[in-house]
């Protein structure tokens, strides 16, 4: 094994892929996983909008999705990638299905995080005359920040490992390149290079997390 | 101010609906500070939690200032929620909030107020209950009393003309306790904010209300002024309650039933006749002998008390008894035939 024959530049360019995936991924993710997540917690049991039918039916939905190994659940949703976004390569073909796998993880992350915040608090903000919206807003995600914050370091760890699944079916990025050299050429030192940038990356994430939590815990 | 009518409560369980209140009659006046108390399970809770509505009755009306609220809903529900403020056990304060953030927030939910006008009331509120050098700190920060006292500052910030305590001192020691209740005391005199206070210590009763109802298994069982159901407790609940509260629980029932050879009589002095020596007095001018078997004395809110079990004995026990009585004393017989009807008392016994 030698790394004389290491193409960096090909690894920088798979670096930010993965950032971009990562990065895009996330943040669509929060928006459309952060929605869900109040909606599971707003509709569960003895919450504000009780509503065994509604919690039901979306869990059910979000349960099939997370059933679904993302490997296969990439190939599913081919079709409806190339009706979404044009294409079902590169960075614009994987973030929908990225999305799609980790907005249903991420929801119900969030919803445990909502559950935790004190009873005491939600009846307190509801008896000074808030509104439902308000006491969400205002009282109910501010409390639950940290635990949020923890969610998305953990979303986005999920999403550096599904990532790298994408990249075999044509996302890019430093899984990608790890499978194709790596395993495909027998370059076993690419690979090594590429999986030791993954646990890098992993752990800047976790850290930051964590002192993002940390800076936002007040209790 | 407040006026509870045959308002019922019940939660479905998994045995069918269990009664939490079942046809709780109450009246609160404008201004007073009327006490709820009952053993755990008594229904305290849900019933002070029916005034802002934060539990809908299952029958029955509940009114605030002369409106019908049981129906209230969406913004009407709000706007009377601000006119009410609730202070609760666990205080319950926005832990991602400083002091002054906390205070704020009922402020900042109106949407009336403007900045520089929220952050001036919220120095007033936390001037007013001695917080003022904590106004950056979070709650954590922050001792028990202190954190209440949070919670009385943000239960003030939007005026409201009634204050709702759920077990407001159960989790503070007793001399913040002491600090709080005086506090409250201080709010309602200063303000006239009606407060009703749910408790399930006899203490706090008689320390802080004018008035007071004994809720017992979802029903009141008694009610009247705090200086007759604190001395004359009528009821077995209102009696459990009041024992436990003496530092000798039950001795002033042991011995009434005792065969002393003297009349066994109760003796309850308040007010100015708490602090004068009748009782030798009388016993002398009748040639009558005393012994205290039990006593308890004290003060309920500023009215001095004292009140004893007194086995008296010698010539002329009906004319001590009916000195006793000319003096201003209350005197209760215990056991034997009673020398007079008992006396009828204003108050309802269920």
Redesign the interface.
């Known amino acids: 094994m030698s790394f004389e024959n290491i193409y960096w530049g090909d690894i920088g360019a798979a670096l930010g892929q993965t950032l971009a995936m990562v990065g895009g991924a996330l943040l669509l993710t929060v928006i459309v996983g952060l929605p869900l997540g109040i909606l599971l917690f707003l509709t569960g049991r003895q919450q504000l909008f009780q509503a065994p039918v509604a919690y039901g039916g979306l869990s059910f939905v979000l349960n099939i999705i997370r059933s679904v190994p993302f490997i296969i659940l990439l190939i599913v949703l081919m079709p409806v990638t190339v009706i979404v976004t044009g294409t079902s390569l590169g960075i614009r073909g994987v973030i929908f299905p990225l999305v799609v796998g980790t907005a249903p993880f991420f929801a119900r992350l969030v919803e445990t995080a909502l559950r935790e915040v004190?009873r005491?608090?939600i009846?307190?903000?509801?008896?000074?005359?808030?509104?439902t919206r308000?006491t969400i807003l205002?009282?109910v995600l501010?409390?639950a920040?940290p635990s949020l914050l923890a969610a998305v370091t953990v979303t986005a760890i999920v999403l550096v490992d599904y990532t790298a699944m994408s990249g075999a079916i044509g996302g890019g990025g430093l899984g990608d390149l790890a499978i194709r050299y790596g395993y495909h050429r027998f370059q076993t030192e690419i690979m090594l290079v590429c999986v030791a940038i993954l646990i890098v990356f992993v752990q800047l994430i976790q850290a930051s997390g964590n002192r993002l939590v940390a800076h936002?815990s007040?209790? | 101010m407040i006026r509870l009518e045959r308002v019922t409560k019940s939660f479905a369980g998994k045995e069918g609906a269990a009664a939490a209140l079942d046809g709780v009659d109450l009246s609160v006046a404008k201004g007073e500070i009327f006490g709820v108390i009952g053993s755990s399970g008594a229904g305290k809770s849900t019933l002070v939690r029916l005034i802002?509505l934060?539990e809908r009755p299952s029958g029955g009306d509940v009114f605030v200032a002369g409106e019908r609220v049981t129906e209230a809903r969406g913004e009407r529900l709000?706007?009377?929620?601000?006119s009410?403020g609730?202070v609760?056990q666990?205080?319950?304060?926005?832990?991602?909030?400083t002091v002054a953030g906390n205070v704020a927030?009922?402020l900042?939910?109106?949407g009336e107020y403007g900045k520089a006008e929220i952050s001036g009331r919220v120095a007033a509120l936390l001037a007013r209950v001695g917080l003022s050098e904590h106004a950056g700190k979070?709650?954590?920060q922050l001792s028990g009393g202190q954190k209440q006292r949070v919670g009385i500052a943000?239960?003030l910030?939007?005026e409201p003309s009634v204050l709702l305590c759920d077990e407001a001192t159960s989790a503070l020691d007793p001399q913040t306790t002491g600090a709080v209740l005086d506090l409250l005391r201080q709010i309602n005199r200063d303000l006239g904010v009606t407060i009703v206070l749910i408790t399930h210590e006899m203490d706090v009763i008689r320390r802080t209300c004018d008035r007071v109802a004994v809720l017992d298994r979802g029903r009141v069982v008694e009610e009247g002024p705090v200086t007759d159901v604190f001395l004359h407790p009528r009821h077995p609940a209102t009696l459990r309650l009041v024992r436990e509260a003496e530092p000798d629980g039950g001795s002033l029932d042991a011995v009434a039933g005792a065969d002393l050879g003297g009349r066994t009589v109760r003796l309850t002095f308040t007010g100015p006749a708490a602090h004068k020596p009748i009782l030798g007095r009388i016993a002398r001018e009748n040639l009558v002998d005393y012994a205290i078997l039990a006593g308890r004395v004290g003060h309920i809110r500023e009215t001095p008390y004292a009140q004893f079990i007194v086995s008296l004995s010698g010539r002329d026990v009906a004319g001590a008894i009916a000195g006793l009585r000319a003096s201003g004393v209350d005197v209760e017989l215990q056991g034997g035939a009673p020398l007079a009807p008992p006396e009828e008392r204003p108050r309802h016994v269920v």
Do not use: W
Not at chain 2, 78 to 82: C, P, Q, V, Y
Not at chain 2, 90 to 97: M, P, Y
């Open positions: 004190d005491g608090v009846e307190a903000s509801l008896a000074m005359g808030a509104s308000q205002r009282a501010p409390e920040l936002f007040r209790k | 802002n934060l709000r706007a009377l929620r601000r009410i609730m609760f666990h205080f319950n304060l926005l832990s991602a909030r927030y009922p900042e939910l109106t979070y709650p954590r943000r239960a910030a939007c």
